[in-house]
C-alpha cells in the first residue's frame, strides 16, 4: 500500500504562483512514476505533468512553460510549481503514483480567480 498526502492547493489571482507538494509513503518502489493530475466538475481527469523516477517527464500542452513538476526522490516527494495561472487552471489536483499498480491522493483544489 502506498499513501499519498497532498498540500499546497488555495487561491490564487491570474498571473499568480502556486506549489503543490504530495508525500508518498508506504511500500515505494525504487522505479515509478508519479505525476499531477486535475479534474474541474463533468470532465474527465487529465493529466497535468507525470515523471519517471530518473527518467522522463512529460507535460499537458496547456500548461507547457508554466508549470514544472519536480521530484525529492529522498523525501519521496513531487512537487508541481505552477506559474502564470490562469482561470482556466482551476480545477482539483490529484497526485498520482503508479509501480505495481496505481494510487491517487485525496486532491486539492487550486482556484484561479480575481
Known amino acids: 500500500q502506498v499513501q499519498l498526502v497532498e498540500s499546497g492547493g488555495g487561491l490564487v489571482q491570474p498571473g499568480g504562483s502556486l506549489r503543490l507538494s504530495c508525500e508518498a509513503s508506504g511500500s515505494i518502489f525504487s522505479i515509478n512514476v508519479m505525476g499531477w493530475y486535475r479534474q474541474v466538475p463533468g470532465k474527465q481527469r487529465e493529466p497535468v505533468a507525470v515523471?519517471?523516477?530518473?527518467?522522463?517527464?512529460n507535460y499537458a500542452d496547456s500548461v507547457k512553460g508554466r508549470f514544472t513538476i519536480s521530484r525529492d526522490n529522498a523525501k519521496n516527494t513531487v512537487y508541481l510549481q505552477m506559474n502564470s495561472l490562469k482561470p482556466e487552471d482551476t480545477a482539483v489536483y490529484y497526485c498520482?503514483?503508479?509501480?505495481?499498480?496505481?494510487?491517487w491522493g485525496q486532491g486539492t483544489q487550486v482556484t484561479v480567480s480575481s
Open positions: 515523471n519517471v523516477r530518473g527518467g522522463a517527464t
Open positions: 498520482w503514483y503508479r509501480a505495481n499498480r496505481e494510487y
